[in-house]
């Protein structure tokens, strides 16, 4: 009792003592359940995937053998993996540039306070709550080249010659997917500079008003450096999205007419569940993993930076 | 937010919103059709899924439906078999 009393107000947090002079396990003990799921579901499927990439294993049976780097060389000779890296480029060029831009002028357009507004931004923002599944079946249902929407449409105003197999042929087969994708993914880059034009103060608008600025110019040198942080978000989550493409390329065309839209992650998935060869599916999939770390690490870094 | 310095004075005039020009009025249009375009799909979706499979094929999939059912949902059902999934 009259040592409790005696024990001065500042002595140190007595867990905290305790914990300082206890063995070094015990901190570890205390981090032990998140490292264990972290190593068991992060970093063991890797280093065994990376193991993978080096071996011809079928993905089936018992046997496989160390082959080196033979299935990263075979990757250079694969004609189709030279048409996935251009897919996915001209995929990641149009569905980051198309809904950013989109994004943007709508945001631009629907700020203002009126009471047409929230009901557009409801219906430009409606596809992004779709499952993609639902949206792949959906554009593959317009597509149709007989029932289709689309080439129903263009038979009716008189386009006849425009009506065609818009997922069947190799012309048309990979803007047919890009379509829906710009479709779904304009709704969320609207928002968010959506909220970002509504921080930015009036008083700008009107200082540069009254300097006899014009629309434009009101434009170029306040909105759009004022909104400098949000483009930089934007832009690094739409990178990631569009280098994750496959569901939408998987449901609507499975890579085909052909080869003509397969991308990195349909062909990787291609070979390691159906040509059973787990081996080079793998080696594809660590170098997807490799690109899309080395084309994040500038965010990660800023944000880091930034903390 | 929503008060405009116009909305405060009283009269006719301030019943309508303050801005309306030309170009205004040219850009809600360009936005109201690209809704429209947007919105098209869902609305063809939800159009077709309450009509009888052979009203779409007679009339094509732009028409209004003819008759209206509600057979389909059911039907999706037991052909998905989401009762057993």
């Not at chain 1, 980051?96 to 507004?117: E, K």
């Not at chain 1, 197999?165 to 968010?192: C, E, H, K, N, Y």
């Not at chain 2, 947007?38 to 732009?62: K, N, Q």
Request: hydrophobic share 50%; aromatic share 10%.
């Amino acid at each position: 009792m009259t040592t409790t009393a005696a024990r001065p107000a500042t002595a140190p947090d007595p867990v905290r003592r305790r914990l300082r002079t206890s063995p070094m396990w015990v901190p570890w003990a205390f981090a032990l359940p998140g490292l264990a799921v972290y190593l068991l579901f992060l970093a063991w499927p890797v280093i065994s995937a990376l193991a993978t990439s080096l071996t011809d294993w079928d993905g089936l049976s018992d046997t496989r053998r160390f082959v080196g780097l033979a299935n990263y060389a075979a990757m250079l000779d694969d004609t189709v993996v030279g048409i996935a890296a251009t897919n996915n480029l001209l995929w990641c060029l149009v569905t980051i540039v198309l809904p950013m831009s989109l994004g943007l002028g709508l945001a631009v357009v629907l700020n203002r306070t009126s009471r047409t507004s929230p009901v557009f931004r409801t219906i430009f923002y409606t596809p992004a709550v779709l499952p993609l599944v639902s949206i792949a079946s959906i554009w593959a249902w317009l597509y149709n080249p007989d029932t289709g929407a689309i080439n129903t449409l263009l038979r009716a105003v008189g386009l006849d010659v425009l009506a065609q197999s818009w997922l069947g042929q190799d012309s048309t087969a990979l803007w047919a997917v890009m379509i829906p994708a710009v479709w779904v993914r304009t709704g969320f880059p609207m928002l968010l500079y959506l909220a970002a034009l509504q921080g930015i103060p009036d008083e700008l608008y009107e200082a540069a008003q009254m300097d006899g600025a014009t629309r434009w110019q009101r434009f170029r040198r306040i909105t759009v450096p004022s909104l400098k942080d949000t483009h930089y978000i934007v832009l690094a989550l739409s990178i990631i999205e569009s280098f994750k493409v496959f569901d939408l390329v998987y449901a609507m065309t499975y890579g085909g007419p052909g080869y003509s839209t397969q991308v990195m992650g349909t062909w990787m998935y291609a070979n390691v569940f159906q040509y059973f060869e787990a081996g080079y599916g793998t080696a594809i999939a660590v170098v997807i993993t490799l690109v899309a770390v080395a084309a994040g690490i500038p965010y990660v870094r800023s944000q880091v930076r930034n903390r | 937010m929503t008060a405009t310095p116009s909305a405060a004075v009283p009269g006719p005039l301030s019943a309508r919103p303050p801005r309306r020009s030309p170009g205004r009025l040219l850009v809600t249009i360009a936005v109201a059709v690209a809704a429209l375009v947007w919105v098209g799909p869902l609305i063809l979706l939800v159009l077709t899924a309450i009509r009888p499979l052979a009203d779409f094929l007679a009339a094509g999939p732009l028409s209004l439906p003819g008759s209206l059912t509600l057979a389909n949902f059911g039907e999706a059902w037991q052909v998905g078999q989401f009762g057993t999934a």
